[in-house]
Nanobody
């Protein structure tokens, strides 16, 4: 199972971007999704998560500005980002949790490669 994130880029403060992350592979299932980010010199932090039941959690710094959603039929998760701030600049990573696939004895998490979001005037 592989994840491919896209949608990053350069945006001015106050602008919007939508990130997408699609999972590919054979005969797999995903329980939950998450978006994380890592700014230069800082540890990776959770941005938003969505569980199998649809429960959503946001970090305090993005609540009210970012929206996570999933399309299970397309094995895709989205992160709609609005009101972007300079401090939102980071590499954004998607993560699929509770992934089951042939040959995997236990569910595992799978990470995407990251997409860079730069907020600058």
């Amino acid at each position: 199972v592989q994840l491919q994130a896209s949608g990053g880029g350069l945006v001015q403060p106050g602008g919007s971007l939508r990130l997408s992350c699609v999972a590919s592979g054979s005969d797999f299932s995903i329980a939950s999704w998450g978006w994380y980010r890592q700014a230069p010199g800082l540890p990776r932090e959770m941005v938003a998560t969505i569980s199998a039941s649809g429960a959503i959690n946001y970090s305090g710094s993005v609540k009210g500005r970012f929206t996570i959603s999933r399309d299970s039929a397309k094995n895709t998760v989205y992160l709609q980002m609005t009101g972007l701030r300079l401090e939102d600049t980071a590499v954004y990573y998607c993560c699929a949790g509770g992934v089951r696939a042939p040959g995997w004895p236990l569910p595992r998490s799978v990470w995407g490669q990251g997409t860079l979001v730069t907020v600058s005037s």
